[in-house]
Protein backbone atom coordinates (compact mmCIF):
# COMPACT_ATOMS: atom_id res chain seq x y z
CA UNK A 1 0.00 0.00 0.00
CA UNK A 2 1.54 2.90 -0.69
CA UNK A 3 2.27 5.17 1.96
CA UNK A 4 3.49 9.11 2.21
CA UNK A 5 5.00 9.87 5.94
CA UNK A 6 5.91 13.35 7.75
CA UNK A 7 8.49 14.48 9.91
CA UNK A 8 8.10 15.73 12.17
CA UNK A 9 4.78 16.63 12.79
CA UNK A 10 5.42 20.26 14.13
CA UNK A 11 8.74 22.54 14.26
CA UNK A 12 9.38 25.69 16.04
CA UNK A 13 12.11 27.48 14.85
CA UNK A 14 13.39 31.38 15.80
CA UNK A 15 13.66 33.41 13.00
CA UNK A 16 17.32 33.22 10.63
CA UNK A 17 17.61 29.13 12.46
CA UNK A 18 17.59 27.23 9.70
CA UNK A 19 16.22 23.67 9.28
CA UNK A 20 14.82 20.50 7.60
CA UNK A 21 11.49 18.42 6.51
CA UNK A 22 11.42 15.26 5.82
CA UNK A 23 9.18 13.29 3.41
CA UNK A 24 9.63 9.55 3.08
CA UNK A 25 7.66 7.53 0.44
CA UNK A 26 6.83 3.89 -0.27
CA UNK A 27 5.25 3.96 -3.48
CA UNK A 28 4.61 1.27 -6.23
CA UNK A 29 5.91 3.91 -8.79
CA UNK A 30 6.63 7.56 -8.29
CA UNK A 31 5.47 9.37 -11.27
CA UNK A 32 5.82 12.87 -8.91
CA UNK A 33 6.86 14.25 -5.58
CA UNK A 34 5.12 17.33 -5.07
CA UNK A 35 5.45 19.93 -2.45
CA UNK A 36 2.89 22.78 -1.04
CA UNK A 37 2.45 25.05 1.45
CA UNK A 38 -0.96 25.62 3.50
CA UNK A 39 -1.87 27.98 5.98
CA UNK A 40 -4.93 27.67 8.35
CA UNK A 41 -8.41 27.59 7.05
CA UNK A 42 -7.03 27.94 3.41
CA UNK A 43 -6.09 25.65 0.39
CA UNK A 44 -3.15 24.40 -0.44
CA UNK A 45 -0.66 26.43 -2.14
CA UNK A 46 1.67 24.86 -4.70
CA UNK A 47 5.26 25.18 -4.02
CA UNK A 48 7.32 22.46 -6.41
CA UNK A 49 7.36 19.13 -8.10
CA UNK A 50 10.21 16.90 -8.09
CA UNK A 51 10.31 14.00 -10.87
CA UNK A 52 13.58 12.20 -10.52
CA UNK A 53 15.85 11.75 -7.88
CA UNK A 54 19.12 14.00 -7.34
CA UNK A 55 16.52 17.04 -8.43
CA UNK A 56 16.58 19.94 -6.89
CA UNK A 57 14.53 23.04 -6.90
CA UNK A 58 14.52 26.34 -4.92
CA UNK A 59 12.46 29.28 -4.52
CA UNK A 60 13.33 32.26 -1.87
CA UNK A 61 14.37 30.48 1.46
CA UNK A 62 13.02 27.35 0.12
CA UNK A 63 14.89 24.61 -1.56
CA UNK A 64 13.43 20.92 -2.12
CA UNK A 65 15.69 18.02 -2.92
CA UNK A 66 14.66 14.30 -3.72
CA UNK A 67 16.31 10.93 -3.31
CA UNK A 68 14.78 7.36 -4.10
CA UNK A 69 12.84 7.10 -0.89
CA UNK A 70 12.63 10.11 0.60
CA UNK A 71 12.11 14.35 0.24
CA UNK A 72 13.55 17.20 1.86
CA UNK A 73 12.79 20.55 2.10
CA UNK A 74 14.88 22.64 3.40
CA UNK A 75 13.86 26.13 4.82
CA UNK A 76 16.90 28.81 5.00
CA UNK A 77 17.64 31.64 7.02
CA UNK A 78 13.07 31.18 7.59
CA UNK A 79 10.77 34.52 8.66
CA UNK A 80 7.91 34.45 10.63
CA UNK A 81 6.02 34.93 7.51
CA UNK A 82 7.33 31.16 6.28
CA UNK A 83 4.64 29.74 9.06
CA UNK A 84 2.52 27.11 7.82
CA UNK A 85 1.84 23.56 7.36
CA UNK A 86 3.84 22.46 4.87
CA UNK A 87 1.95 18.62 3.02
CA UNK A 88 4.40 16.81 0.64
CA UNK A 89 2.38 14.32 -1.72
CA UNK A 90 2.89 11.40 -4.02
CA UNK A 91 1.73 11.12 -7.43
CA UNK A 92 2.02 7.43 -8.88
CA UNK A 93 1.69 5.17 -11.31
CA UNK A 94 -1.00 2.89 -10.33
CA UNK A 95 -3.68 5.88 -9.54
CA UNK A 96 -3.81 8.79 -12.10
CA UNK A 97 -5.37 12.10 -10.76
CA UNK A 98 -4.58 11.44 -6.96
CA UNK A 99 -2.37 12.67 -4.88
CA UNK A 100 -1.27 10.96 -1.82
CA UNK A 101 -0.58 13.62 0.91
CA UNK A 102 1.14 12.81 4.10
CA UNK A 103 -0.55 14.51 7.30
CA UNK A 104 2.06 17.63 7.06
CA UNK A 105 5.00 19.08 8.98
CA UNK A 106 3.82 22.21 10.79
CA UNK A 107 6.35 24.97 10.77
CA UNK A 108 5.99 28.35 13.28
CA UNK A 109 9.03 31.16 12.83
CA UNK A 110 8.90 33.27 16.27
CA UNK A 111 10.69 36.87 15.35
CA UNK B 1 -6.01 34.86 -14.19
CA UNK B 2 -8.75 34.11 -11.73
CA UNK B 3 -7.26 30.32 -9.40
CA UNK B 4 -9.83 27.87 -8.38
CA UNK B 5 -13.04 29.19 -6.73
CA UNK B 6 -14.95 27.13 -4.29
CA UNK B 7 -18.86 28.16 -3.36
CA UNK B 8 -19.97 28.32 -0.65
CA UNK B 9 -17.20 29.12 1.68
CA UNK B 10 -18.86 27.91 4.85
CA UNK B 11 -21.90 25.26 5.29
CA UNK B 12 -23.56 23.93 8.36
CA UNK B 13 -25.82 20.83 7.88
CA UNK B 14 -27.09 18.42 10.33
CA UNK B 15 -26.94 15.01 10.42
CA UNK B 16 -29.02 13.11 7.26
CA UNK B 17 -29.21 16.36 5.19
CA UNK B 18 -27.66 16.20 2.19
CA UNK B 19 -25.17 19.03 0.94
CA UNK B 20 -23.70 20.48 -2.50
CA UNK B 21 -20.41 21.84 -2.98
CA UNK B 22 -19.32 23.56 -6.19
CA UNK B 23 -16.03 24.33 -8.19
CA UNK B 24 -15.21 25.93 -11.15
CA UNK B 25 -11.73 25.67 -12.47
CA UNK B 26 -8.65 27.36 -13.51
CA UNK B 27 -9.51 28.68 -17.18
CA UNK B 28 -8.08 26.05 -19.36
CA UNK B 29 -8.00 23.40 -16.95
CA UNK B 30 -9.97 20.80 -17.78
CA UNK B 31 -9.58 17.83 -15.00
CA UNK B 32 -10.58 18.57 -11.74
CA UNK B 33 -9.83 16.74 -8.05
CA UNK B 34 -12.27 16.76 -5.10
CA UNK B 35 -10.50 15.84 -1.64
CA UNK B 36 -11.36 15.82 1.89
CA UNK B 37 -9.44 17.24 4.54
CA UNK B 38 -10.09 16.49 8.48
CA UNK B 39 -8.13 18.78 11.09
CA UNK B 40 -5.05 17.69 11.53
CA UNK B 41 -4.11 15.49 8.49
CA UNK B 42 -3.28 15.15 5.25
CA UNK B 43 -5.89 15.81 2.07
CA UNK B 44 -7.57 12.92 1.35
CA UNK B 45 -8.63 11.79 -2.37
CA UNK B 46 -12.15 11.72 -3.59
CA UNK B 47 -12.84 12.25 -6.91
CA UNK B 48 -11.09 12.82 -10.24
CA UNK B 49 -12.82 14.29 -13.35
CA UNK B 50 -11.31 14.91 -16.99
CA UNK B 51 -13.66 15.57 -19.78
CA UNK B 52 -16.86 15.63 -17.96
CA UNK B 53 -16.17 11.59 -16.94
CA UNK B 54 -15.00 10.28 -13.70
CA UNK B 55 -11.37 8.97 -14.25
CA UNK B 56 -10.41 8.25 -10.58
CA UNK B 57 -12.25 7.55 -7.28
CA UNK B 58 -10.66 6.96 -3.58
CA UNK B 59 -11.79 4.89 -0.35
CA UNK B 60 -15.33 7.03 0.11
CA UNK B 61 -18.71 5.85 0.58
CA UNK B 62 -21.47 5.89 -2.40
CA UNK B 63 -23.11 8.29 -0.44
CA UNK B 64 -20.32 10.24 -1.86
CA UNK B 65 -21.06 11.71 -5.84
CA UNK B 66 -19.59 14.32 -8.08
CA UNK B 67 -19.80 15.41 -11.81
CA UNK B 68 -18.18 17.52 -13.90
CA UNK B 69 -20.27 20.27 -16.68
CA UNK B 70 -19.48 20.55 -19.86
CA UNK B 71 -17.75 23.94 -18.87
CA UNK B 72 -15.07 22.27 -16.76
CA UNK B 73 -16.87 23.24 -13.10
CA UNK B 74 -17.96 20.85 -10.96
CA UNK B 75 -20.24 19.69 -8.10
CA UNK B 76 -19.63 17.56 -5.00
CA UNK B 77 -22.91 16.20 -3.41
CA UNK B 78 -22.64 13.86 -0.37
CA UNK B 79 -26.29 12.70 1.12
CA UNK B 80 -27.09 11.33 4.14
CA UNK B 81 -24.71 13.55 6.14
CA UNK B 82 -22.78 11.93 9.14
CA UNK B 83 -20.82 13.54 11.73
CA UNK B 84 -17.52 12.16 10.53
CA UNK B 85 -18.46 14.38 7.20
CA UNK B 86 -17.28 17.43 8.78
CA UNK B 87 -14.32 18.83 6.84
CA UNK B 88 -12.40 21.40 4.71
CA UNK B 89 -13.46 19.80 1.14
CA UNK B 90 -11.22 20.55 -1.12
CA UNK B 91 -11.31 21.10 -5.43
CA UNK B 92 -8.02 20.92 -6.98
CA UNK B 93 -7.66 21.64 -11.08
CA UNK B 94 -5.09 20.91 -13.70
CA UNK B 95 -4.77 21.40 -17.27
CA UNK B 96 -5.32 17.63 -18.76
CA UNK B 97 -5.25 13.90 -16.70
CA UNK B 98 -1.91 12.83 -17.50
CA UNK B 99 0.88 11.67 -14.86
CA UNK B 100 2.70 14.09 -12.39
CA UNK B 101 0.46 17.06 -13.49
CA UNK B 102 0.26 19.97 -10.78
CA UNK B 103 -3.52 20.35 -9.15
CA UNK B 104 -3.51 23.83 -8.00
CA UNK B 105 -6.41 23.81 -5.05
CA UNK B 106 -8.61 25.83 -4.78
CA UNK B 107 -9.92 28.23 -1.05
CA UNK B 108 -12.39 25.14 0.07
CA UNK B 109 -15.63 24.55 1.62
CA UNK B 110 -15.37 24.34 5.46
CA UNK B 111 -18.99 21.62 6.17
CA UNK B 112 -19.98 22.06 9.52
CA UNK B 113 -22.57 18.73 10.62
CA UNK B 114 -24.60 18.63 13.71
Known amino acids: EDQVTQSPEALRLQEGESSSLNCSYT??????LFWYRQDPGKGPEFLFT???AGEEKEKERLKATLTKKESFLHITAPKPEDSATYLC????????????FGAGTQVVVTP | DAGVTQSPTHLIKTRGQHVTLRCSPI?????VSWYQQVLGQGPQFIFQ???????GRGNFPDRFSARQFPNYSSELNVNALLLGDSALYLC???FGRGGAETQYFGPGTRLLVL
Open chain 2, 27 to 31: SGHKS
Open chain 1, 50 to 52: LYS
Open chain 2, 49 to 55: YYEKEER
Open chain 1, 89 to 100: AADTTDSWGKLQ
Open chain 2, 92 to 94: ASS
Open chain 1, 27 to 32: VSGLRG
